[in-house]
Nanobody, 125 residues
Framework: QVQLVESGGGLVQAGDSLRLSCAAS????????MGWFRQAPGKEREFVAS????????DYADSVKGRFAISRDNAENTVYLQMNNLKSDDTAVYYC??????????????????WGQGTQVMVSS
């Protein structure tokens, strides 16, 4: 059983930066592809970014490309999401997720096996 715990959310102003962390336990983190998703009130959960098991490959939603960066530290069992130049549209609960069966970066939430509890990001304009 894999446990994921996000941290680093908060209330910031437009243009500010935040770094989210997701600590994993209970499995072999270095075998998993990892993803970040977000869900705003009244909207479906949407893909933000993903990273391959070794960190060499990344994928981003168009809405965050050039502003957000996903990275991982397999020695620390942690995946990060650096968010720069935040906008009010980035306001959402952010979730990290682990894809453990195929070690493949997917954009679809249903392909991920384990989820964290989420961390709130609020961006005031």
């Amino acid at each position: 059983q894999v446990q994921l715990v996000e941290s680093g959310g908060g209330l910031v102003q437009a243009g500010d930066s935040l770094r989210l962390s997701c600590a994993a336990s209970g499995g072999t983190f270095s075998n998993y592809a990892m993803g970040w998703f977000r869900q705003a009130p009244g909207k479906e959960r949407e893909f933000v970014a993903s990273i391959s098991w070794n960190g060499r490959d990344t994928d981003y939603a168009d809405s965050v490309k050039g502003r957000f960066a996903i990275s991982r530290d397999n020695a620390e069992n942690t995946v990060y999401l650096q968010m720069n130049n935040l906008k009010s549209d980035d306001t959402a609960v952010y979730y990290c997720a682990a894809e453990t069966l195929w070690a493949t970066m997917f954009r679809t939430p249903d392909e991920y096996d384990y989820w964290g509890q989420g961390t709130q990001v609020m961006v005031s304009s």
